[in-house]
């Protein structure tokens, strides 16, 4: 049985299903390239506009396409690309590249790596990063162990991954993103993000995951163990029985929140506020992303993979100087 965990994991199976599938046991968005179409963002959006889900305004082409545009584009905005696993490991951990003004722009355009292929221009939804909302669920014999959550931190901050979520219930989420997956015949784990817009009150779609994200063990923390039920699926097995999920258990992954905390305390002019931890109430119990008293290793691991990167990252500032 596979169940991959990163977009470079999904790529492999994408491109190698048919054989794979003579071996292992996998879910059918991987074989029948609906799950490739959601990965790629210019193809996504697409999707949303033909089946009617808001999304961030967008432009799209090439680097050299992109430079011509900033007379159009609604300022600021974030440019990443279509496919970013294929830079991602230029991208030092960002989702993509911020631009405030037209100046901005051209400097960020110059800065892109070669090989992003199709990039996306993207109206940056305004407001702190608490008014992210999330769904993940499993699509087989209809929705199982939906589960919806409030990011109310991420790393890096403003445009990174959860570093702190929180489970809530968030029932026009979990609408849109069953409606949208089941619409389009999707089967397999998911996991979607939204941002309220708060000019128009509009939840505006960001993006669904075809796998497991790294928040997923909130939802099994919460009694929605999506993955799971993923497994019981593919192996024939019964449904879980569906339970309501626990509220308001808080999830963090340490070191990275640590950062983007201290980062909203000496950046108070960042292009977005600083998000307000207490939108879901308080925390009724917390779970943490890789620490556990039982198996502690990874979580030093993890910390000497930190501390590493962030000796390179200063080592590099030191260098450009």
Known sequence: ??????????????????????HYRF??????????????????????????????????GTRD??????????????????LIQLV????????????????????????????????????????????????????????????TARKLRQFPPGFGSASLVQSHDEAETARIAETLLATLGY??????????DPKTGQLKIIEINVRPSLWFSLSEASGKPVVLAAYRDLAGLPPLVEQPQTQGVRWKYGPKDLYSRLFYWRKPD???????????????????AVFAWDDPLPAFAELRTFAAKAMQRLSRRCHAR
């Open 88 to 147: 991602k490991d230029q991208m030092r951990g960002q989702k993509g590249w911020i631009a405030r003004n037209g100046e901005d722009f051209a400097q960020q355009v110059a800065r892109i790596p070669d090989g992003a292929g199709t990039l996306l221009v993207q109206e940056i939804v305004p407001g702190p990063e608490s008014d992210i909302t999330l769904w993940c669920g499993y699509l087989g014999n209809g929705v199982q162990q939906g589960f």
């Open 187 to 196: 089967t397999g784990i998911a996991a979607a993000e939204f941002k309220r």
């Open 270 to 288: 960042f292009i977005l506020p600083a998000p307000d931890t207490s939108a879901t109430g308080p925390a009724s119990a917390s779970v943490r």
């Open 65 to 82: 396409q992109i430079a011509g545009l900033a007379g159009q584009i609604t300022f600021p905005c974030m440019i990443k690309p279509a």
């Open 1 to 22: 049985m596979l169940i991959p965990t990163s977009d470079q994991d999904i790529d492999f199976v994408l491109a190698h299903s048919e054989r794979l599938s003579r």
């Open 27 to 60: 879910q059918d968005s991987y074989k029948d390239g609906l799950a490739g179409r959601i990965m790629d963002k210019a193809s996504f959006y697409a999707l949303c506009q033909q089946y009617g889900v808001a999304y961030p305004q967008l432009w799209s």
